[in-house]
């Protein structure tokens, strides 16, 4: 047994299978309550993601998985697992645990890709994947995601002003506010924007 049950729980199957070296597995499904408290996010305890198509995602604090910091312990024990699979896995962890309230964009992946003829990348279903592994891992801890709208103009406004820049193609990487006059770079002002749009769908904006 790989772990305990919790106490009360009732066993309603169990499935045996064989592999084909010999070893016997039962898997044993169970049901039981609990009680899961939830938590309210504040400003300071939410976090914004912003898709992207190369590194995953941007935050609203300008981290990316592509950086070292959010692997640098993990990477020694997953090098024998199923590699993008356990480090998306790895990474909703982190990220549920570290926040209670995660605001996340609603993209359809595949419109996206085609609609802007941009090369399929494989992230695009690792987005999919890690919206999906967040919501359980937030829910089981009583936390929030917040999906917002796929019309919101995440990339197009300034996060210090709230003009929106109607002309940013997808070509910008770096634009500069033509209102206020703010440097921004398009993912991280994109997190932001994303992330204070999940406050004010929470409240507590
Ligand atoms: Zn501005």
Known sequence: MH????????????????T????????????YEVQIKPITPTVETTIGLD???KALFVDSKTNSPDYP?????????????????SKRHQLSR???????????????????????NLAKSTNDNGFGMLK?????????????LVIIDKWYP???????????????TLADRNWTCPHCGTELDRDVNAAINIKNEGCRILGIA
Not at 20 to 31: C, E, L, R
Not at 70 to 81: H, I, M, N, P, S
Not at 94 to 116: K, P, T
């Open 3 to 18: 772990r305990p049950l919790p106490q009360n729980v009732i066993i309603k199957s169990a499935t045996i299978s064989q």
């Open 20 to 31: 084909p070296t010999g070893k016997y597995y039962i898997a044993i499904v169970v049901q």
């Open 51 to 53: 898709y992207s198509s």
């Open 69 to 85: 910091k959010y692997y640098r312990q993990a990477e020694a024990r997953l090098k024998r697992e199923p590699r993008k699979l």
């Open 94 to 116: 982190q990220i549920a645990n570290a926040y209670d309230g995660v605001a996340i964009e609603n993209l359809n992946m595949r419109g996206m890709a085609q609609g802007l």
């Open 132 to 144: 999906t592994f967040l919501a359980y891992k937030l829910a089981d801890q009583g936390k929030q």
């Open 154 to 168: 995440s990339s197009k406004l300034c996060h210090i002003c709230k003009h929106e820049n109607k002309e940013l």
